[in-house]
C-alpha cells in the first residue's frame, strides 16, 4: 500500500495541555479553514523536527514550548493516487510548560477546550480515531488512507 515513488512531506503537530484541557487552533485560511487542529506546519530544510514544531508554536499562537514530548508519529496517504498528492508524516507532541499567553494571528485563532468537549466533527476525520488516545495518555503509530473527500478508508493504529 505504501508508494516508494515519491517522499513524504514532514509536518508537526503540538498540542498545549492544561489540567484536563487541550489548547486547539481555529485555523483561519489555507490548507483545512474552519477546522480546529493542534498547532504546527512543515519541517523546513535542515530544520530539526523539535524546532520545527517550537517555531510553528511561535509564529501561529506566539508561545515559546518549553518542554516538549512526542506522542506520535502518524502517515497520511490519499487513494486514488495522483501525481499532484501531497503524502505526509505527521510528528505529534504535547506540551505541558511554555512561555507567553497563546495569541490569535492571521492563520490560527486558539481556544481551550475541556479534554471530553474536544469538537471531532469539527476537525479532520482521522483526529477522533487517534487523538482521545493520545490525551489520554497512549503513545501511538499510526497510518490513515483517505479518499479523494478527506474521510478515512483504512486505518491502522497500534501503540508504542
Given at each position: 500500500m505504501h508508494?516508494?515513488?515519491?517522499?513524504?512531506?514532514?509536518?508537526?503537530?503540538?498540542?498545549?495541555?492544561?489540567?484536563d484541557?487541550?489548547?486547539?487552533?481555529?485555523?483561519?485560511?489555507?490548507?483545512?479553514v474552519d477546522k480546529y487542529n493542534g498547532i504546527g506546519g512543515k519541517v523546513n530544510p535542515g530544520e530539526l523536527i523539535e524546532e520545527a514544531a517550537i517555531r510553528e508554536c511561535e509564529e501561529e499562537i506566539d508561545v515559546t514550548p518549553l518542554d516538549i514530548s512526542q506522542v506520535a508519529i502518524i502517515q497520511f496517504f490519499q487513494v486514488p493516487w495522483k501525481d499532484t498528492q501531497v503524502d505526509t508524516e505527521v510528528h505529534v507532541y504535547?506540551?505541558?510548560?511554555?512561555?507567553?499567553?497563546?495569541?490569535?494571528?492571521?492563520?490560527?485563532e486558539p481556544q481551550w477546550f475541556a479534554i471530553k468537549d474536544v469538537?471531532?466533527?469539527?476537525?479532520?476525520?482521522?483526529?477522533q480515531y487517534w487523538l482521545p488516545r493520545v490525551l489520554a495518555g497512549e503513545h501511538l503509530r499510526a497510518e490513515f488512507i483517505f479518499d479523494d473527500q478527506a474521510k478515512v478508508i483504512k486505518q491502522t493504529i497500534t501503540n508504542i
Open positions: 508508494h516508494n515513488l515519491h517522499s513524504l512531506t514532514i509536518c508537526t503537530l503540538l498540542f498545549l495541555r492544561k489540567d484541557h487541550v489548547l486547539l487552533g481555529l485555523k483561519k485560511r489555507g490548507f483545512g504535547e506540551c505541558t510548560h511554555w512561555t507567553g499567553e497563546p495569541k490569535e494571528s492571521e492563520e490560527m469538537p471531532y466533527n469539527q476537525m479532520w476525520d482521522d483526529d
